[in-house]
């Protein structure tokens, strides 16, 4: 039975984990069974988040403890802070969880912890309450566990056979910023255990090639993520970063999570007023365009270009910088030129590549389509004229860059990332 000590401790250490952003859609599926107690339908089993049919799916995210031996300046749980501190026991965990999922609260469990004595016995008290889950109180539902960095292979292994997902926080890109604020980490710490969860995934998929019912091996892959604004680092430090991780197999996301001035007395933090929301945002769109529009990292950002543009999306961005590139022929260019053009997704691009062969497109069939011609209008070509003034379509090419850029920003786009301009960084004392 939950006593209201423990629920006074699941509170304190529930806020602890909420700036913790590294969580979404799992990616995995698994089917209720007999004996077993719940199930992830659909793909998903994640909080706060939306499954293709509209649900939104809960998840108890919670740690095992916010006591740490670490002292990283971002962290509101850092070891010098004068905060609530609370420790759940490993029993008390796995009965908080099953009496949450029986009352229909959640579908699932995003654990994490701090560092307590070493990594290993935090490690070791992580993997008991899901190894308990899984065994003993047969828990069939969703778990996304958080690796402590500097782990042992041996429980990572064991961790990677109960969870669906498993994640490490890179949290700084560059290894200079990391050390400036985390002195006693490094990236080692992290890309190792990343390693070892990515050979444990590898050798599975192998395993089950030849044996059907092998058991799964972490089979929601890894997450990580990044803090935006904490540091001097630019977009393009970021983004390269997030490009080298996805070139390994097992990477599901990167998460983009904007700093939140917690530790404010600290000079080594810039003084933000807010977090860079706008910046974030951007920064996942540069993502998607990365992982689905089969953009390089060096499209996006390159040396001019440090930073992604506040004002417009990356996409456009990019296309008013290769005005050489456009304008796209609708009813002839291949699906990748289409994807270059502003205004339209993979979804649109694939119904023009599969709707042309029937007849010619025009701009009333890309609005049918969800296409956004207030964009792309600039952008492409239809072989037809405008609205009943018989004149040709005019382009970037004839407007110029320049010229066109204003009239592609909304007066509220404007207003938000001038807010955000003046949140620049200033690291020293006023």
Known sequence: MLTEKTMERLRILAESAKYDVSCSSSGTVRKGKAGMVGNTVGGVGI??????????????????????IYDCAYCVNRRSNDIRRATLSVSELEEITMEFYRRNYIEGLFLSSGVVRNPDYTMERLVAIVRDLRTVHRFNGYIHLKSIPGASQEML??????ADRMSVNIEI????????????KDHRSVFQPMALIQQGVLENKEDRRKFRHAPRFVPAGQSTQMIVGATQDTDRDILQMSSMLYDQPSLRRVYYSGYISVNTYDPRLPRLKQPPLVRENRLYQADWLMRFYHFSVNEIV??????LDLDIDPKLSWALRHPEYFPVDINRDDYERLLRVPGLGTRSAWLIVNSRRFGRLTSYDL??????????????TCGEL?????????????????RLRPLLISKAQQRRAAQEQQL??????E
């Open 386 to 402: 405008t609205d009943g003034y018989s004149q040709p379509l005019v382009g970037i090419n004839e407007l110029h860059p320049e």
């Open 424 to 429: 620049q960084f200033n690291f020293t004392d």
């Open 173 to 184: 890109p560059r290894e200079e910023s990391l050390k400036l604020l985390a002195p006693e």
């Open 367 to 380: 609005k049918r389509m969800g296409v956004v011609m207030k964009k792309a209008r600039y952008f492409i």
């Open 47 to 68: 909080c706060h988040s939306f499954a293709d049919d509209g649900r939104c799916i809960s998840l108890l995210k919670v740690m095992l403890t916010n006591y740490c």
């Open 157 to 162: 292994s064991e961790a990677g056979r109960y």
């Open 302 to 307: 390159d040396d001019e270009h440090a930073h």
